[in-house]
C-alpha cells in the first residue's frame, strides 16, 4: 500500500473507503488478477499474486475503478470502457516509471512493460472501431 500511496494519493485514500479487499479464488474462474465490485464495494486479489510490483500495478488498476466509482463517474450500467482506458493509464504509468526499460515476467514468459503497453494499444483500437462504428 505504500507504494500506492507514494504513487497516487487519491487511489490509496479511496481504497481505505473499500467495503473490503479479499484475496479470492474467484478471479480464477474469470481468468482475472484483480477485480472491482461496484456493488459491493469490495475488490478482489488473486492469491497467485506474489510479486509487491505486481500488487502494486493491480491495486492502482483496481483502485482506479474504485476511485471512479466515488467521484460517481463509474456507470452501473452499461460501458466501463472509459474507466478501463484510466485504469490501464495509472498501470501504464506505474510500470514506465518503474520500469523504464522493462520488466521480465516469468510467470508469462514475457516483457511486462512491452505486454502492457501493447495490450491498451489493441484495447483503444478496438474503443475507438467500436465507437466509430456506433458513430
Known amino acids: ?27 480464477e474462474r474469470q481468468a482475472s488478477w484483480g477485480l472491482y465490485n461496484q456493488g459491493r464495494r469490495e475488490m478482489l486479489i488473486n492469491p497467485r499474486i506474489t510479486d509487491v510490483y505486481d500488487l502494486a500495478a493491480l491495486l492502482l488498476h483496481e483502485g482506479q475503478h474504485c476511485l471512479d466509482d ?4 463509474l456507470s452501473p450500467f452499461g460501458s466501463h470502457v472509459d474507466s478501463e482506458m484510466r485504469a490501464y493509464d495509472t498501470e ?7 520500469f523504464p526499460y522493462g520488466r521480465w515476467d516469468t510467470a508469462h514468459g514475457r516483457d511486462q512493460t512491452f505486454f502492457y503497453r501493447m495490450w491498451k494499444n489493441d484495447y483503444l ?3 475507438l472501431t467500436v465507437n466509430e462504428a456506433i458513430g
Open 92 to 98: 501504464f504509468t506505474w510500470w514506465q516509471k518503474h
Open 70 to 73: 466515488q467521484q460517481g463517474i
Open 1 to 27: 500500500m505504500a507504494l500506492v500511496r507514494q504513487e497516487r494519493p487519491d487511489i490509496a485514500s479511496a481504497l481505505l473507503h473499500l467495503g473490503a479487499i479479499t484475496i479470492d479464488d474467484r478471479t
Open 125 to 127: 483500437r478496438a474503443y
